[in-house]
């Protein structure tokens, strides 16, 4: 079993950046690949970003390419998720996710181990 702890989050001015760091522990040997999904009020769960385990390959949703970056830390089993210029439709629960491979965060199945979540509240 890997666990998920994500951090960071709470309320974020409109323009403004923040980082959502997700903490792996456990068996995270089964999770070397490593995602973020979000979940809007009254919306379905969707898929943000996903990254390898090299890094070498990063994946993201359209709604945040060119605005969000996600990246990772093996030696801390840390993986990132680099927000800029937050708009007010980011505002969401953020969960981290791990997986086999990045096409499995990408499809219907999503994630193999799921954190908390995390609330990230975008005001104007």
């Known amino acids: 079993q890997a666990q998920l702890v994500e951090a ?3 309320l974020v001015q409109a323009g403004e950046s923040t980082r959502l760091p997700c903490a792996a ?11 973020w999904f979000r979940q809007a009020p009254g919306k379905e769960r969707e898929f943000v970003a996903s990254i390898s385990w090299s890094g070498s ?3 993201y949703a359209d ?3 060119g605005q969000f970056t996600i990246s990772r830390d093996n030696a801390k089993n840390t ?5 800029n ?7 969401a629960v953020y969960y981290c996710a791990g997986a086999g491979t990045t096409a499995q965060l990408m499809g219907v199945r999503g994630g ?6 995390t ?6």
């Open 119 to 124: 609330q990230v509240t975008v005001s104007s």
């Open 85 to 91: 210029s937050l708009k007010l439709e980011d505002t």
């Open 25 to 35: 522990s456990g068996r995270t040997s089964s999770t070397p690949a490593m995602g």
């Open 63 to 65: 709604s945040v390419k």
């Open 57 to 59: 390959s990063t994946y």
């Open 79 to 83: 993986v990132y998720l680099q927000m």
């Open 8 to 10: 960071g989050g709470g």
């Open 112 to 117: 193999d181990y799921w954190g908390q979540g």
